[in-house]
Every structure is written in C-alpha cells, then in structure tokens.
C-alpha cells in the first residue's frame, strides 16, 4: 500500500528541528536568514551540516543590531497613549490584533519586550512561539500567559536582547494594547453600556432616527450622516457605499437616495477610517491636478507626486518618495543603461529562472547522465544502466536500507520512501527558483525580477 508523506508538514518540521538547533548556537542570528536556511536545507542534512561547520568556522552570518533604549522607554518617548484616541482608531481592538499580520516588521523588538515581560522563558522558547504563530507579537502573549500562570518557580533574571533600531507604528500600537487591554476593554464595555442607555432614554423622548437606507430605527444623532439636502443615514450605510465606491475607481459619493445632491468630503472625514480618507484626498488632488491641463507636468509612477521636470534629464526625481524613475520607460532609473538594454537583460534574467525552475524536476543519472522525472512509485529509482539512486536526496543507493517507510520515523534523518510528487516538485522547484534570483541579483543589483514560483496542479 502506498504512504503519502505530508511534504508540507514535513518541511515544517525539519525546518522547525533546525531552527531550534541553530538559536542555542547563534542567539544573535538575524532571525529572516536563520527561516530561509532552515527552510533551503529542510531535505539536505549534508548541506546543512555543511553549512554549520562553515558558519562556526568563519562566524560570517547576519546578526540583530542592538538598541540603545529600552521598549518601554521608546513607547513613552513616542507614543502619547490615550485610551480614548486608541479605541478610535482601533474600535475592535481585540479582533484586530488576532489577525494582524504586520509582525515580521518588529521580530527583534517583540522578541525584546517578550523577553523583558517572561523572563523565566528562554529566548529560545520565545522565539519558536512566536515563530508559531507567524509573529504576531498579540497572540504570543497571549500564550506565554498560560506558561506563566501554570509556573510555580520564580521568575529568573536573563539577559535580554535589544530590538533593531526604532521600531514602526504598529508595534507602538500592538504593545500598548497589550499593556493596556483590561483598562480599553473594560472601556469598550462602559461606552457599550452608555449607549445602550441613552438610546433607552432617546426612544423614551421619541428622539431616535432612523436610517434612509437600512432603515436602522435605534440611531443617535452621533450616529447620522447626512447629505448636502439633509437625507439621514447612519455612519455604516455611508461607510460601506463610499468604500464600495472608491473600489470602483470613483471620486464622488452621491446621496444614498438619488436626490441628485452629494455627501461633501469634509462630512465624510468623521465617517472613513483615516487611511482610506488620506487615499481618497490624494486621488481628489491628482484629479484637480489633471483637470488643470498644466502644461508638462509629470507625475512619479511609485506614487502621487507631480511636478514639472527639467526636460533636459531622463530622471525624474520624486521629492515624495525619494525614487528615481525613467521618464522613457517609467521604470526604476537604469542609467547608464538604454531602456532597451534593460529589457532585454530581464528577458534573459526570466529565461534564466526558468530554465533553473525546470532543471529542478529533472533528475540525472549519476552513471551514465540519463535524464528523468518520476511520475509515479516510490523514492528508490533504477536507471536503464542499473544504477540506484534516491530520487529525494539524489544520492547513489544500495537498497531500500536508505528509506524510512514509516510516518513514526520521520526524524529519523532518513529520505522517505513514498512522497506526493506535487509537493516535492513545488518545493524544490521554488527553492531552486529563489537561489537563481538571488544569484542575478548580486550580479545585478538594479533589476528586479517577479517569478510565478508555485506550480499549478
């Protein structure tokens, strides 16, 4: 009977074995390098061993750069946290940080502030929760509580590694939530409690609203938005269709029920989450803009800034975003090379990855040079010449005595005999896929290259 081996799974587990392995050794490894190696060397015990050796030997590998101050310190320095400005940003605080996903931005500063919050946790056990759950600094917390609360052991001093510089927004935002979550959540349920009880008082006065178009008939004042005739609807109604319509591409958000008249901007200020409203002031000024008719004026490709370039310079330098573009091609700037140039050096770049991509499904022969991809059976392959190999590790072979025919024995440090030919074509066609394009990119720094790197079933 044939055993489908879970390469995914696998990968994952081979990977995680590394990563634990190389921490203890390497404490102040730059963690996104230590996840590519574990993640290249997943099914090469020999290259990852090599490259062990090589890295004690030589001690070369991208370490975290230390900080001066401290997390709290930098937080306070930075951030003026009030509850009231942080539940109206974040109205759904607890949801939000669930899911939020922008955490390998701050690895080393969540690490820090882990660290200085669990000290009785090794920086090692840190480090693989929060690997676990993807790096989102929220949820890890949430785990190391658990550990904490079943600990009876004193918490013990341990040395704590500093963040990269000064971390963004978000991990401002992340951490006081953290900090703060029983005193914004209990607030949450005061203001829910609140509104509850002046709704009760409203309908009791015969004070209450009703929307035009979900016809909602519990709605405060605060929670009206009217258009320039005075038609009422609430704050969601008005949410929902200028977000649908800036979907669309559109700038100008009617009323809800077709009076002819408009929402203005400014209305629509208290009504839009902030990012969205900032987009949308930026898109009214590049309409303004266009509809000037200004005679030469240029706009840079990577955002929305304009101006009137010297006419003498094939650059044109955004003060914006600090980007130098080509006016020809409104690519990245490739001086000295022609547009040309550029495009035929990416043709072959792409032709490169390519052809690596398909080098990757093909097997050779180590005894004659025979090539071939398996399409069905097991891992242990016969040449027409009579040579044995792997068809994992493709290394020469007596027997089966180099397979593990069993899931148990997964760590065994042995290839599997039976594996699901799609998920090993995709995962060595990607890794062959990214070495390729970090190999053009020390050759060629200035280009940049997109790759389809998963195969489709």
Not at 4 to 20: N, P, S, V
Not at 289 to 318: K, N, T, W
């Amino acid at each position: 009977m044939e055993i489908e081996i879970d390469l995914d799974q696998l990968e994952k587990e081979r990977a995680d074995k590394y990563f634990t392995h190389i921490i203890e050794m390497f404490p102040d490894v730059e963690i996104s390098f230590l996840e590519s190696k574990c993640i290249e060397y997943a099914f090469d015990q020999e290259g990852f061993n090599t490259f062990l050796e090589e890295t004690m030997l030589q001690n070369k590998y991208p370490k975290q750069q230390a900080s001066t101050s401290k997390p709290n310190e930098e937080i306070n320095d930075d951030y003026n946290f009030t509850v009231e400005s942080f539940v109206d940003k974040f109205p759904y605080p607890e949801k939000y940080f669930l899911q939020a996903d922008s955490g390998s931005k701050y690895i080393t500063h969540s690490l820090s502030f882990l660290q200085d919050r669990f000290r009785f946790c090794s920086a090692t056990t840190i480090r693989l929760i929060l690997r676990r759950y993807k790096f989102n600094l929220y949820r890890t917390y949430k785990e190391l509580q658990k550990l904490a609360q079943s600990r009876k052991t004193p918490r013990r001093q341990s040395e704590i590694v500093s963040g990269i510089g000064k971390p963004p927004r978000e991990f401002f935002d992340e951490v006081n939530f953290i900090i703060n979550e029983n005193i914004i959540l209990e607030y949450l349920k005061d203001k829910v409690l609140a509104r509850e009880a002046a709704v009760e008082e409203a309908r009791k006065a015969g004070a209450l609203l009703t929307c035009g178009c979900c016809f909602s008939d519990d709605l405060l004042t605060e929670d009206i938005v009217t258009c320039s005739e005075g038609h009422l609807f609430c704050r969601d109604c008005v949410t929902k269709s200028t977000e649908v319509l800036m979907g669309e591409g559109k700038l100008d958000f009617p009323c809800l029920e077709d009076c002819g008249a408009f929402f203005h901007v400014e209305t629509l200020k208290d009504v839009m989450p902030k990012g969205s409203y900032e987009k949308l002031l930026k898109k009214l000024q590049e309409r303004e803009i266009a509809q000037a008719g200004i005679l030469d004026l240029e706009s840079c490709p990577f955002c929305e800034y304009s101006v009137i370039p010297d006419q003498a310079s094939r650059i044109f330098e955004c003060l914006s975003c600090k980007r130098s573009s080509c006016r020809l091609c409104q690519k990245e700037s490739h001086i000295p090379y022609s547009c040309k140039e550029v495009n035929d050096d990416m043709t072959k770049s792409r032709t490169y990855v390519e052809e690596k991509m398909t080098e990757a499904l093909i097997r050779n022969c180590y005894q004659c040079g025979s090539k071939f991809i398996r399409d069905d059976g097991c891992n242990k392959m016969t040449c027409h010449c009579g040579a044995k190999m792997c068809y994992i590790c493709r290394k020469p072979i007596t027997g089966y005595n180099h397979f593990s025919d069993d899931r148990n024995q997964r760590n065994s440090g042995k290839c599997p005999l039976w594996t699901n030919n799609n998920n090993l074509h995709k995962v060595e066609v990607n890794l062959e896929a990214e070495k390729a394009i970090e190999e053009i990119k020390r050759k060629n720094p200035e280009f940049n290259i997109e790759v389809y790197k998963k195969l489709r079933k």
